[in-house]
């Protein structure tokens, strides 16, 4: 079994569920736990009159309440064997996918005051890497490492998968290619394959492009719809993410046969290639990001044993 740990294997570990129990109701008062935690979380910040005040805010209010809630992740973490119902998968998926990112959007947010005050920067960085090994369960302090670990999830020959699918395993050059062909060239923000989506779009719109699409739900804020990619090398599904009935990001989910190494290894030369380079304290994590005109994100990361690459629509293409 390879070794490997990642802020975005919190997604991976809880979707494997205790055999011959189904565990959706538990799943759905923790993440509702952990909606609440992540808002009020958000809340210290920025309500503060000044930013740097809502950091040390957030860091209290943060270790005041997270110990019942870390047990919680912790317990879901623990459990194996079937999945849940696909009610609960997507419902899992789509609130950690979410809260992930509104934490992780921070860094934006916070830019211009972690790029002149340094202390805020740390505190700030201490403050995701916290929330994240809170989000699995894991110890304070340990989201950030990269050392190697026996992840959680057990072997595919184990567990029966998420999502069924086949497909042959390539070689570290023909992956290079094949990816490099969906991705496109640092021409643009966006991947060829989304080349004729925009920021905004309805659902309605997009669906022309992906006619597979679902119907969107716009009385929620964000809402999460996947079509399906038949006979392609690399790629096994599109996410599509729509804030309040417009198109916002757009997700390449790819295949599980893929070798995990070589994807990795030749995702990140074209990431950078394609984004932008990744600092070298960063070039060993599973997620990577940057952040484009109108601080707009792209983002690598690694999700219930599949690697996605996302990325936002700048406004001007």
């Known amino acids: 079994m390879r070794s490997k740990k990642s802020l975005s294997g919190c997604v991976c570990i809880l979707l494997v569920l205790l055999a011959g129990c189904k565990k959706d109701e538990q799943v759905a008062t923790t993440l509702a736990e952990l909606d609440s935690f992540t808002q009020k979380l958000l809340q210290s910040i920025e309500s503060a009159p000044i930013p740097a005040q809502g950091l040390d805010a957030a860091r209290a209010y943060f270790d005041a309440n997270q110990a019942d809630l870390r047990s919680k992740m912790k317990e879901l973490s623990s459990l194996r064997g079937y999945q849940v119902s696909e009610e609960a998968r997507k419902q899992l998926e789509q609130s ?31 403050l995701i ?105 690399v790629v096994s599904r599109y996410k599509f993410s729509f804030k309040e009935g417009t198109l916002y990001d757009a997700t390449l989910i790819f295949r599980r046969s893929l070798n995990y190494e070589e994807f990795k290894s030749a995702s990140l030369d074209l990431f ?46």
């Open 272 to 317: 950078e290639k394609k984004w932008g380079a990744i600092p070298p304290e960063k070039r060993d994590q599973e997620i990577l990001t940057a952040v484009g005109p109108g601080f707009v994100l792209a983002q690598r990361s690694e999700m219930m044993n599949e690697w996605h690459i996302k990325h936002g629509f700048p406004k001007n293409e």
């Open 96 to 126: 950690l996918t979410k809260n992930i990112t509104t934490v992780y959007s921070l860094k934006i947010k916070m830019m211009g005051l972690t790029m002149q005050d340094k202390v805020a920067g740390t505190k700030l960085d201490q």
């Open 129 to 233: 890497d916290d929330y994240t090994a809170l989000v699995k369960g894991e110890a304070a302090g340990t989201a950030s490492n990269t050392s190697s670990t026996t992840p959680v999830m057990p072997a595919k020959s184990e567990t029966t998968p998420v999502v069924s699918e086949t497909g042959p395993k390539q070689g570290g050059n023909e992956l290079r290619g094949q990816l490099k062909e969906v991705l496109g060239d640092d021409s643009s923000w966006k991947a060829t394959v989304f080349s004729s989506l925009r920021l905004g779009m309805t659902c309605d719109e997009t669906r022309k492009l992906f006619p597979e699409l679902g119907v969107c739900d716009s009385t929620k804020s964000f809402d999460f719809l996947e079509v399906s990619v038949k006979n392609h090398p």
